[in-house]
């Protein structure tokens, strides 16, 4: 008995568990959204040429990981409530012997709750040069941050990307999950992101998000009369209809009242010990005395 109770202590404290992560794991989603949105692209104010293999050369623009930290630690303040951060970031660096790898960090300020970015690696071919070195890790934590809030750094000579970067400009997954939380919980947070400044194609998007929300409720606030009404209707229906029986049925018992005596007093309940010869003179006489005739 006692095993068992541990047991059923222990799988309702691993369901808490279960259940708070699913929490935090959904207040950082929402959070890394309010804050993505928030950023604003750094300038790429760095150029760096690098010679190919063949001989040749080409020059590309970044911005460097002080311009992409600057532009989320804006962002995070902006949506900062009551002077609070909603999250906070940490790096994580591993400098092997092959090579150097990066990894950031995302923590929600407000649970304590954190979720790591995939690990970058870069092999190292100065191994043993410390400014080279040092310019490795600055490389791979700009490169793993930059992924991890959407930031792109780098120059991207290829048209088609930058068609689909322009597309991808409204993040729709973020903004999805901040209006849900709008529109469903109407908690501070996202009032407050909602009644801020968007660009023309988020705001436009979250009017999109909002107005299906409305029809989609009006619809339904429309089936569930309808239901209603056919609901009424059919309990009606379902009164009346015993009533009916009933009444029939009084009836059919009365007529039995009234009729079925009258029946029985037609038939002769003597009618198999009845004698059919006639009565004699001295009994008629007897018949007669008896009933004073």
């Known amino acids: 008995m006692l095993i068992e109770q541990l047991k059923i202590e222990n799988q309702n404290l691993k369901d808490l568990l279960a259940e708070q992560r699913r929490k935090d794991k959904a207040s950082l989603a929402l959070h890394l959204a309010m804050v ?43 949506t900062a409530i009551d002077g609070k ?3 906070t970031y940490r790096f994580e660096i591993d400098n092997g012997a092959e090579g150097i790898s990066a990894e950031t960090v995302i923590i929600d300020a407000t649970t304590g709750y954190e979720e790591r970015t995939n690990r970058v690696w870069f092999k190292n071919i100065n191994v043993g040069k410390a400014q080279d070195s040092a310019s490795l890790i600055s490389y791979a934590k700009r490169y793993s941050l930059s992924a991890a809030f959407g930031i792109a750094s780098e120059d991207d000579d290829d ?3 930058q068609i689909r970067n322009q597309e991808q400009a409204v993040d729709k997954v ?9 529109l469903h919980d109407k908690t501070e947070r996202s009032k407050k992101w ?5 660009d023309r194609a988020t705001g436009e998007y979250i009017m999109q998000l909002i107005g299906k929300f409305k029809l ?18 059919h309990e009606e229906q379902i009164d009346q209809q015993p009533k009916q029986v009933a009444a029939k049925s009084e009836d059919e018992i009365i007529k039995d009242i009234v009729d079925k005596p009258k029946a ?17 003179e001295v009994q008629q006489d007897l018949f007669n005395s008896v009933l004073g005739e």
Not at 37 to 65: C, F, N, W
Not at 217 to 229: A, M, R, T, V, Y
Not at 264 to 280: C, G, L, R
């Open 194 to 198: 909602i009644k801020s400044k968007h």
């Open 174 to 182: 973020g903004v999805e999950i901040i209006v849900d939380e709008y």
């Open 159 to 161: 048209a088609q990307t």
């Open 36 to 78: 993505k949105m928030k950023i604003r692209q750094p300038k790429k104010s760095h150029k760096v040429t690098v010679e190919t293999k063949r001989g040749g050369a080409y020059t590309y623009k970044y911005a460097d990981l002080a311009d992409v930290d600057k532009a989320i630690m804006t962002a995070i303040k902006e």
């Open 85 to 87: 951060p909603l999250l």
């Open 216 to 233: 989609n409720q009006h619809l339904k606030k429309n089936q569930n009369q309808q239901i209603e009404k056919r609901k009424k209707k």
């Open 264 to 280: 029985k007093s037609k038939a002769d309940p003597f009618k198999d010990k009845k004698d059919e010869s006639k009565v004699t």
